[in-house]
């Protein structure tokens, strides 16, 4: 992979109030603690490069969704539908064209972790703050976390009766509402009803053939989370959730095709506008897309008697199931207004994960005597997951596909231009040839809405043990360790089935139905050490290996390539952070070097988007994320990333 740089954000702000304390003396900045490593410490102990968002920072600033946040992070971007997320953390990441392609950034909201990315678009609303750790995080959490982590922590229910919320009303039309009610019900026991609605019927991607807006979601979501806390120190946590998401979805713009084909588009939408700054699209068929989320979690903690110098010795035990489920994710798969091919769900595509989670912490002055501190966490983890989707890619109208054909190689019978977006000229290229031979032999009508229908069914069963550490063998100095095993079993049904040997030639489809099966495992571990030569700055060195599984294409169109192997990743990191000048300045700095081995990655090949295994590849830079309250200036604040 080439170097790269990324800026994420550099902004001024302005905060009038509460510039000071009430007696006068300078604000500090708010001292940040985070439970991502799964043991709560502050962010200046904790030996990550790591970036935390508040709810009142992204309030204060009015970011409304996942890709605004990125502005405040670097090295992450982030991009949620509701049946779909695309999350790239140092340039490594899960791209959304095969929904049976696991995550490269891992989820975890409130403890339980999630499959799929989507799920993350009904938790935006009603939370405590983001927390995004950068690289390998194979150790604490596990197969799919080899470019980093996304760790949501949600507001929890409070001691009084409160009603809370936020409007969004934006310039061009998105408009949103988050309520949130927390209920006292008794001393120890509370509820919180929380709410996000949007509408973005009024958004800027506009589609000149079918004269509507694209990319217009609707988020419908409700989520109750209740919390039961004794003095003793035992917790049960619960959360319900239920969200659902619509849009239009020709959520795309042409950047370069030929005159030809431009031609072509403009006989059947003389609109079409190729300027990528008007914010325009053209496509005839009305691509949906619409899903429901649903997902239900408890969570016990419980105190458990001190051994050995181990004091805060507790155990947390958390089950989880969660469901996704697209009723509709419909697509114009030529991408423009001509009427060739489409791709629609047969039926809904339906992901479900079981989990179960039981982990032991502790920490102490030291441990049977020796040492000045240690903190570690042991516990195992299960997991039963399944998806399944059908697609039926239809050939829309005869007339359109050699229109389409014929604009797209005009240098020759069999020869089109390669230089058109994700894959068209690709489409083009297999389609052309089988066309201009069989079609003149066949009357015209009776190959219209002809069909292939594919398949995709897997199941999959993750067992896991794993533990972690930090030892202060010496005042200022920590040792880091920790490792964890995962097994994993995937097994799948693939299916393919042309309506006709016509469209099984346009398609480059064969029909089978095969069955397949991966068992692999593997170990992740993770050392290093933490230099602390005071309480507000600390040096760490770590390093860690990441596992991702392999797995099945979403599309099997054939027998060929549809399995794809295991991918590894090995991160050297070395980092520092600061709180100075009274806690009025934050600084932290990271620098990584990450190897990967057996890449997955995802490409367009003979009509279908494909994940294959490269050779390897190479992650290298550093982030810096700063923050300054001048105390000259009290009224404002500097933050860049």
């Not at 001691?159 to 988050?178: A, I, P, S």
């Not at 516990?379 to 604009?407: H, N, P, Q, V």
């Not at 003979?606 to 490269?614: I, P, S, T």
Request: a negative charge; proline letters at 5%; glycine letters at 10%.
């Amino acid at each position: 992979m080439k170097p790269f740089l990324t800026l994420a954000a550099l902004a001024v702000l302005s905060t009038l109030a509460q510039a000071q304390s009430a007696d006068g003396r300078p604000q500090e900045l708010e001292q940040v603690t985070i439970t991502a490593t799964k043991i709560a410490q502050t962010l200046e102990k904790a030996p990550a490069s790591i970036t935390v968002l508040s709810q009142e920072f992204m309030r204060d600033r009015a970011v409304s969704g996942f890709q605004e946040a990125t502005d405040y992070s670097a090295n992450v971007t982030m991009n949620v539908s509701g049946s779909a997320g695309q999350f790239v953390i140092r340039g490594l990441g899960t791209p959304d064209t095969n929904l049976g392609f696991d995550p490269s950034v891992g989820t975890v909201v409130d403890g339980v972790y999630y499959g799929r990315a989507n799920f993350l678009g009904a938790f935006f609303n009603d939370v405590e703050r983001f927390e995004i750790l950068r690289g390998p995080q194979g150790t604490l959490f596990g197969k799919n976390s080899t470019a980093g982590l996304f760790n949501v922590v949600t507001n929890k229910p409070g001691n009084k009766l409160e009603f809370d919320g936020e409007v969004l009303n934006r310039g061009y039309g998105d408009f949103t509402v988050r309520p949130a009610l927390s209920i006292p019900v008794s001393d120890d026991f509370g509820l919180r009803l929380s709410g996000s609605f949007t509408n973005g019927d009024n958004n800027t991607l506009y589609n000149t053939y079918l004269k509507r807006p694209e990319e217009n979601e609707e988020i419908n979501s409700l989520r109750l989370r209740g919390r039961y806390a004794t003095d003793n120190g035992v917790v049960l946590d619960f959360t319900a959730l239920r969200s659902q998401y619509t849009q239009n979805n020709s959520n795309f713009q042409l950047i370069s095709i030929s005159q030809e084909m431009e031609d072509s588009i403009r006989v059947y939408d003389p609109d079409y506008d190729d300027n990528f700054d008007h914010r325009r699209t053209s496509t005839n068929f009305p691509s949906a897309e619409k899903a429901v989320v649903q997902s239900y979690a408890m969570t016990l903690e419980s105190p458990l008697p001190s051994f050995g110098g181990i004091e805060n010795f507790r155990v947390t035990a958390i089950t989880a199931f969660a469901q996704s489920r697209a009723e509709q994710r419909n697509i114009d798969a030529d991408f423009t207004p001509i009427p060739f091919i489409r791709d629609v769900l047969v039926e809904p595509s339906l992901y479900k994960q079981v989990s179960e989670e039981i982990r032991f912490t502790g920490s102490g002055r030291d441990i049977f005597g020796y040492g000045k501190g240690i903190t570690f966490i042991a516990g195992i983890y299960l997991s039963r997951a399944s998806y399944g989707a059908s697609d039926l890619f239809s050939l829309e109208d005869l007339s359109g596909a050699l229109a389409y054909c014929t604009a797209s190689r005009p240098e020759g019978p069999a020869n089109c231009r390669r230089e058109l977006p994700a894959g068209v000229g690709g489409i083009g290229s297999t389609v052309a040839l089988p066309l201009a031979e069989v079609l003149p032999l066949l009357d015209a009508t009776s190959i219209n809405n002809q069909n292939v229908q594919t398949r995709l069914k897997q199941n999959e069963q993750t067992f896991a043990g794993f533990g972690q550490f930090e030892y202060s063998f010496l005042p200022k100095w920590a040792l880091i360790g920790g490792v964890r095993y995962g097994s994993f079993n995937k097994n799948g049904l693939l299916f393919a089935e042309a309506s006709s040997p016509i469209i099984e030639a346009i398609a480059n489809s064969e029909n089978h139905t095969t069955y397949v099966k991966r068992q692999e495992g593997d170990y992740s571990p993770k050392g290093g050490l933490r230099f602390s030569p005071s309480k507000s700055v600390s040096h760490y060195f770590t390093w860690a290996r990441g596992f991702k599984n392999g797995g099945f294409n979403g599309l099997p169109l054939r027998t060929t390539e549809n399995e794809y192997g295991p991918e590894r990743a090995s991160s050297f990191e070395f980092g520092t952070k600061a709180r100075l000048y009274k806690g009025r300045m934050r600084v932290s700095g990271s620098a990584f070097f990450t190897d990967f081995s057996n890449l997955q990655v995802s490409t367009f090949l003979n009509n279908r988007f494909l994940v294959l295994n490269a050779g390897s590849a190479v992650s290298r830079g550093g982030e810096i994320d700063f923050q300054w309250l001048p105390e000259a200036v009290p009224f404002l604040m500097f933050r860049s990333s």
